[in-house]
């Protein structure tokens, strides 16, 4: 069992930037495709992000296109939040799937999830 931990969210300002980190509990990214997902209240979990594992091939969701990078090193993932706007006020989770090449952009399609970290952008 992967156990994932999120952190770096909290309360910011329209335009503001957060830093959000994901950790696996006890072993590192190795072999893993990534994901960056977030829920906001009322609404369905949704795509934000999502990074390889070999090569550094990314997608973005249309809403974050420019504003938000994804990253990762060996043993955290993060994702790096600019120009932030009240629209992406949600939960953010992050998510891992092992022994995959490609992006994965399903949320059906990952095995381990965070317990997420709430982000929210005042106006």
């Known amino acids: 069992q992967v156990q994932l931990v999120e952190s770096g969210g909290g309360l910011v300002q329209t335009g503001g930037s957060l830093r959000l980190s994901c950790a696996a509990s006890?072993?590192?990214?190795?072999?893993?495709?990534l994901g960056w997902f977030r829920q906001a209240p009322g609404k369905e979990r949704e795509i934000v992000a999502a990074?390889?594992?070999?090569?550094?091939t990314t997608y973005y969701a249309d809403s974050v296109k420019g504003r938000f990078t994804i990253s990762r090193d060996n043993a955290n993932l993060y994702l790096q939040m600019n120009s932030l706007k009240p629209e992406d006020t949600a939960v953010y989770y992050c998510?891992?799937?092992?022994?995959?090449?490609?992006?994965?952009?399903?949320?059906?399609?990952?095995?381990?999830w965070g317990q997420g970290t709430q982000v929210t952008v005042s106006s």
């Open positions: 998510a891992a799937r092992p022994h995959t090449i490609g992006v994965i952009t399903s949320m059906r399609e990952y095995d381990y």
């Open positions: 006890g072993r590192t990214f190795s072999s893993y495709a």
């Open positions: 990074i390889s594992w070999i090569g550094g």
